[in-house]
């Protein structure tokens, strides 16, 4: 009997093909939407996925994430120090700052302060030069998407900037997971950003902490809370802030999460749709099985099978359609270290085989339950 | 074996009797109306004939032998078929009895249209578990005991409307089920097509320990019925192996 669904359902090709297209686009639909969705929001958490080494972040108590800080006295450092566990500990510094760039624009930039000796606080690829060239004088090191922007169509090494009216010179090219905002950094060490970044007494942003056992970095982060009075958060806490943060804060969640309910509704209707069109176009059929000696059972299981198979065929294709979209976009700093969460492609199937599911049982439950004569009449 | 011809005697039923009806009413509610369409029918088919039911349009035959095949339920009654109170069933057993014991042919085929005429013919071979191939050899050794062998390979949509009801009624008699109920086989066709049909019933399905009714309109063939009944609003009015003299 399975072979008879098969058939029926492949017989008519066009309607075939309608259906698995019409699966296939909505599952690209809410996988891709998604898929921008949760990169966007996790851009919020960048600040802290760059800076992989370290196990607890440390800040003031009224600081909430890597760009919503504020600064500490430099004591602090020497006070996370002495907390037992602490296997070492450095400064790190987070500011704005503007730039004049040759052509006399200003643009808005993040200045990071790294770790003068360790260089602790840097992403951990470079796509040109290396961390060294931060001994050189007036060196900073650009990010990629920051290179995108500010030189579109040239090499930024070697070139001059004017970093708060201080002589600055790009030498290397960090590779990083671009903001939330996409904003230009600069990484340079912590004391020279002291002199980009003009101001308060207090410039000491955070002090970065790689614990003697990272597994116990919770405990740890709880210790240095009660021994110094300082917030200290571990790096995947930090990291849900900075997500949060921007959930909170920006309305880019909720339009987006409105273009995911849409998509998903318009997913929803196309395939609940196509596939309840496709059971009503063979209800007689259906009746006519029933009638002959074919069992509800058997009849569920062939509409099942159909369901599969269109389900399956479509949803590989609307997988591969976001996999294909998220690749073809790569290179485009916006889209940036984009992945697919493995979550989402699940999320997905289970929606389609949600929908064909009702919608099958929908369109087939007259069939299962009335008199079969109906179909002769 | 006592036993056995007690419980076949339940509601008067004669043990020989391949059908059984006993007070079968059925009523169709349209609206705020309801109407009864069949008024207490009492019959008993015999095993081993070729029995016609014969009524003007709207007498309730599509009904009657509707009920005879477990396809509709009568409002009130029995029905026994082979000794089976066949309304008895829960809805399961009532397919699986419909798929082991009863062929039809009703005026709708509805032909799957996407398998060819041949795996078409064998659904009910299918539909009781055996291989799709060994299944579609017998349909085509049906097809051509109706003389239709070289259409096997073609889709529904590629016949014509005859050779469409040959393939239905190649359907109904696959699997050799004891009762065939076939409503008006032969009002599509022109009188030679439809003289053939009814000797290819006859041949195919009249046997020692099977029972046939056919609806029918076609005076052309009341010369092929072992017994004639007619309908006329819900009630038997006649019961005879030839038509009423006032027909
Ligand atoms: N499902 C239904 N709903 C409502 N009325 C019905 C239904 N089925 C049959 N009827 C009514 O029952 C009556 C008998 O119908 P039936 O089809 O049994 O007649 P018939 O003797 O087979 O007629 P014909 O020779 O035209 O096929 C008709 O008046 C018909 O309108
Ligand atoms: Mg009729």
Sequence with gaps: MIWIAIRMLTGDA????????????????????????????????????????????????????????????????????????????????????????????????????????????????????????????????????????????QSPIGERLELNDQRAVVRGIADAIPSFTSTVVLYTKYSRALNFVPGTRNRLSFVLVGAEDPAQAKALSERIERETGLKAQTRDEFARDGVQFIIENTGIPLNFGITVALGFIVGVAIVGLTFSLFIRDNIKQFGALKAIGVTNRKIRRMVIAQAGLVGITGYGLGVLGTIAFIWSFSANPTFKGFYIPWQIPLISLAAVALILALTGWLALRNVLKTEPAAVFR | ?????????????????????????????????????????????????????????????????????????????????????????????????????????????????????????????????????????????MMAKLNIRDQADKLPSQLSGGQQQRVAIARALVHEPRLVVCDEPTAALDAASGRRVMDLLREVAVAEDRACIIVTHDNRVFDLADRILMLEDGKIIHDGSEMPEDH
């Design chain 1, 14 to 153: 066009q309607k075939f093909y309608g259906l698995v297209f019409g699966i296939a686009f909505s599952t690209l639909l809410i996988t891709q939407q998604l898929t921008i969705f949760v990169n966007l929001i996790e851009r919020g958490a960048s600040g802290v996925y760059n800076v992989s080494s370290a196990d607890v972040w440390v800040m003031d108590p009224v600081s909430r994430t890597t760009d919503v800080a504020y600064a500490m006295p430099s004591t602090a450092l020497d006070k996370v120090r002495g907390v037992p566990g602490v296997e070492w500990a450095v400064p790190h510094l987070r500011a704005q700052a503007s730039v004049r760039t040759k052509d006399g624009d200003l643009e808005g930039v993040a200045v990071i302060g790294v770790d003068d000796a360790t260089l602790i606080g840097l992403p951990k690829a470079m796509v040109e030069g290396s961390p060294d060239v931060l001994s050189q004088p007036d060196s900073v090191i650009i990010d990629d998407v920051g290179t995108t922007r500010m030189f579109p169509d």
């Design chain 2, 1 to 141: 074996m006592g036993r056995m011809l007690d419980t076949s005697a339940i509601g008067g039923c004669k043990p020989d009797s391949a059908i059984c009806t006993r007070g079968v009413t059925r009523d169709f509610t349209a609206g705020q109306q309801t109407i009864t369409v069949l008024h207490g029918i009492d019959l008993d088919i015999r095993a081993g004939e070729m029995t016609f039911l014969v009524g003007e349009s709207g007498s309730g035959k599509t009904t009657l032998i509707s009920i005879m095949c477990g396809i509709l339920w009568p409002t009130l009654g029995e029905v026994k078929v082979f000794g089976t109170d066949i309304y008895d069933l829960d809805d399961t057993a009532l397919v699986e009895f419909r798929l082991n014991n009863i062929g039809f042919i009703f005026q709708q085929y509805n032909l799957i249209p996407s398998i060819d005429a041949a795996s078409n013919a064998a659904v009910p071979l299918i539909a009781q578990g055996m291989d799709r191939h060994e299944a579609r050899e017998r349909a085509v050794e």
